[in-house]
């Protein structure tokens, strides 16, 4: 799907971009999903942000490996209330990044209901990302070894990182990147998979009708 | 409106009669637009709104006040906006001393959305540059919220109410010097307690400071107020809560997105054409769930020193007009107004998002961001909704929400209406047992997911099942179809059937199956409740006349 979006992008009226990827972030409510995003596209950290309601949505162009990406980038409410609602958007989603607060054990374990949330509903190919937000914080209660821990069963990556002192934010950002960037790449080279995939993507705007009357 | 000065105070002397029924004549006619009130310049034109609306609370003429609320300047300043938003959010939920809900004032049991509360709290006020009163607007913000969760524990919090009820905080604290710590803080017994335990003010200790004082800090409903008075804003938020946000607060989502549903409702009543283009047939307007929860104090924040904020004039209609139709009428008015920009930016970016549904929220976003902004295009919008109220009569609607919704009982727009806050409960009750009724359809709906469907096709399909009990089952259906066509029962269904599927279909393209039940089940409800047919067949077609008009 990806791979078709690259190409009818470049193919497009002189667009400024070669792909766009559209990223998601998810987690508990105050783990720093708004903050980190607001680090990574505005380079800015405002420790009282405001909350998000419903989902956010802002757009950021990166470089990578010479190819400009744009960056479509999700932001979801935590609370589990709005998860009817941040789930319609998962569809589609290249890469989702789980956040959990280090200083908050409670959203650490929920990680394993997000993950669960979003088997349930994103793509099977979406590439995962594990973040351990606020590693500044000298009140920690998740340690280092407990994240990667983690991860590892989760078979997905994990970085920790520092929205206010802007530690590892943009890594978080360019890894996901170009571990979708390698997947595209993949499977192109794998071939036979980019009829199919141009398939789904011809109809990725009728397929609401579709779903909608049966 | 005319007779309504003498009625309400039949002990006026015939001076004072005669100025309020001035007042009255004139509030109906002079603050809208085209009055010749513009004659002259903004600042008398607010001056002499000011004397009308002290006159109309001195007289306490609730339904003028009501008209001077909706019309242009609301009501006008902070000092006499906090008493008309008393006067009548008071009139509109009652509670009568002695009642269950005073002497259960002092719900001291913690509230399960007490961290969620603090965790929003945090991340409140972020425009008040002052830290120290950043810090006590919170404190209070906090305290408001706990004190009406645990006065009714069984409302749900959702993210978006602390900025509503940031809004009545502003307001009401406004004026006040709360410099004087000792006057802010001996409000309400409680704080002077914690507040001894952290004179250093530091916001880490503040949750452990309330919970560990839970039990005391809550429950003082103390009576004699210094500065402010913290029991009318407490009123007013309670008022407002039950009766315009009682939708938002069940244990799910469910009936605030009913509620959005009705702007594309309300979008393609004004151009199909657009509404098509947007695809909101297949789409659910997620996209419009911050303004509709938060009565768009998410997007326009209050501040304090800025009487003139269009989103106070914008609570000012709501609570005069008691409507939160209001918010959604507004919603589609400012889509309606971009539209242009909106297709520009639809078609300009129709390749650069995955689906339907991203596509819609980024470009309506993109749109709506800079107009957070633009007083011009709120106060245009807020004109129109004016100039307009409400025209868009609930009724026809009435499929879209649940019965005892906000939309259509208290606040509906049908204006001065009070309630009892013991019947208010008693809504407040159905809806959450209709909501939980909801939910677990929903969630067996999501386990079986066609099974019927499924057990039919084994049946036909299966071997062992004699063909005589196929035929005998096929007659049969075919029976009650023609019985029922003949009633023209059928014919009368249809329209309701339109409704229910187009729920479905709105629900099935976000993936949320949710007019499953509904589709089928509803009907057949009917039918097994009212066993002669054609009573019932008449009661349909009743209740779709009343509907037909709606254009579905």
């Known amino acids: 799907m990806s791979g078709l979006r690259t190409v009818s992008a470049s193919a497009g009226s002189g667009k400024s971009y070669d792909s766009i990827m559209k990223i998601l972030l998810i987690g508990d409510s105050g783990v720093g999903k708004s903050c980190l995003l607001v680090r990574f596209v505005d380079d800015k950290f405002n420790p009282s942000f405001i909350t998000t309601i419903g989902i956010d949505f802002k757009i950021k162009t990166v470089d990578i490996n010479g190819k400009k990406i744009k960056l479509q980038l999700w932001d979801t409410a935590g609370q ?12 589609g989603a290249m890469g989702i990044i789980l956040v959990y607060d280090v200083t908050d054990e409670r959203t650490f374990a929920n990680i394993r209901q997000w993950f669960k949330t979003v088997n349930e509903h994103a793509n099977d190919d979406a590439q995962l990302l594990l973040v351990g937000n606020k590693s500044d914080m000298e009140t920690r209660t998740v340690t280092l070894e407990q994240g990667e821990t983690l991860a ?9 990182s520092s929205a206010k002192n802007d530690d590892n934010v943009n890594e978080i950002f360019f890894t996901l990147a170009k571990l979708i960037q390698e997947k595209i790449d ?13 398939s789904i993507n011809i109809n990725s705007g009728g397929s609401g009708s579709k779903s909608g009357c049966c | 409106m005319d007779t309504l000065v003498g009625a309400e105070s039949p002990s006026l002397s015939s001076s004072e009669e005669s100025l309020s029924l001035h007042c009255d004549i004139l509030a109906d006619s002079l603050f809208d637009e085209k009055s010749l009130l513009n004659f002259f310049n903004e600042q008398e034109q607010r001056d002499f709104k000011t004397s009308v609306i002290r006159n109309i609370l001195h007289d306490r003429n609730y339904k003028t006040l009501c008209t001077l609320g909706m019309s242009n300047f609301g009501f006008v300043s902070t000092p006499l906006r906090k008493e008309c938003w008393f006067e009548l959010l008071s009139r509109q939920l ?21 961290n969620q509360v603090s965790l929003d709290v945090q991340r409140s006020f972020t425009s008040v540059t002052d830290e120290g009163r950043k810090e006590k607007l919170r404190k209070l913000l906090e305290r408001i919220i706990v004190k009406i969760l645990r006065r009714y524990p069984k409302l749900s919090y959702y993210q978006g109410y602390h900025d509503v009820v940031s809004v009545f905080v502003i307001v009401f604290i406004e004026g006040h010097d709360y410099d004087d710590e000792c006057n802010f803080l001996s409000l309400s017994g409680m704080t002077s307690k914690s507040d001894d335990n952290h004179s250093n003010g530091a916001a880490e200790d503040k949750s452990n400071g309330v919970s560990s004082s839970t039990t005391d800090l809550y429950e003082n409903e103390t009576t004699s107020k210094i500065g402010f008075d913290e029991d009318k804003l407490l009123r007013c938020v309670e008022a407002f809560t039950l009766l315009y946000l009682r939708d938002f607060m069940m244990d799910s989502l469910d009936f605030p997105i009913d509620q959005l549903r009705l702007i594309p409702e309300f979008i393609k009543k004004n151009s199909k054409a657009f509404y098509k283009k947007l695809n909101l047939d297949k789409i659910e307007p997620f996209f419009a769930i911050s303004s509709i929860l938060t009565v768009f104090s998410h997007e326009l924040k209050p501040s304090e020193n800025e009487p003139d904020s269009l989103i106070f004039q914008i609570f000012d209609f709501v609570i005069s007009s008691q409507s939160m139709v209001v918010p959604l009428a507004m919603y589609a008015t400012l889509i309606m107004e971009k539209k242009d920009t909106i297709i520009e930016a639809y078609n300009a970016n129709i390749d650069n998002f995955e689906n339907s549904v991203d596509l819609v929220h980024g470009v309506i976003q993109q749109v709506l961001v800079p107009t957070r902004c633009a007083e011009k295009i709120w106060k245009q919008i807020l004109e129109e909704v004016r100039s307009n109220p409400s025209r868009e009569h609930i009724s026809k609607y009435r499929g879209l929400v649940n019965r005892y919704s906000t939309l259509l009982t208290t606040a509906s727009g049908q204006l001065h209406t009070s309630y009892e806050v013991e019947d208010v409960i008693k809504l407040l009750e159905k809806e959450i047992a209709l909501n939980s009724k909801r939910k677990t359809s929903k969630a067996h709906a999501k386990l079986h997911k066609t099974n019927t469907m499924r057990t039919f ?23 009650i179809f023609m019985k029922l066509y003949r009633d023209g029962s059928i014919k009368a269904m249809l329209p309701t059937l339109r409704i229910y599927l187009k729920k479905y279909q709105c629900s099935s393209f976000a993936g949320l199956y949710r007019g499953l039940n509904y ?3 509803d009907p057949l409800h009917e039918l097994l409740k009212n066993p002669s047919l054609p009573r019932w067949a008449s009661k349909v077609s009743r209740s779709i006349s009343s509907s037909k008009d709606s254009d579905f």
């Open chain 2, 457 to 479: 096709a084994r049946l036909f399909s299966s071997r062992s099942f004699p063909l005589i009990c196929k035929v005998s089952i096929f007659v049969g259906m075919l029976a």
């Open chain 2, 94 to 114: 009652r509670v009568s001393q002695g009642s269950g809900y005073t002497t259960n004032k002092g719900c001291t049991r913690e509230h399960r959305d007490e």
């Open chain 1, 80 to 91: 589990e209330r709005f998860r009817t609602i941040t789930t319609a958007y998962y569809r």
């Open chain 1, 186 to 198: 993949n499977d192109k080279l794998a071939g036979g998979t980019s009829g199919k995939d141009s």
């Open chain 2, 519 to 521: 589709v089928w089940l």
């Open chain 1, 152 to 160: 590892k069963e989760l078979g997905i990556p994990f970085v920790e």
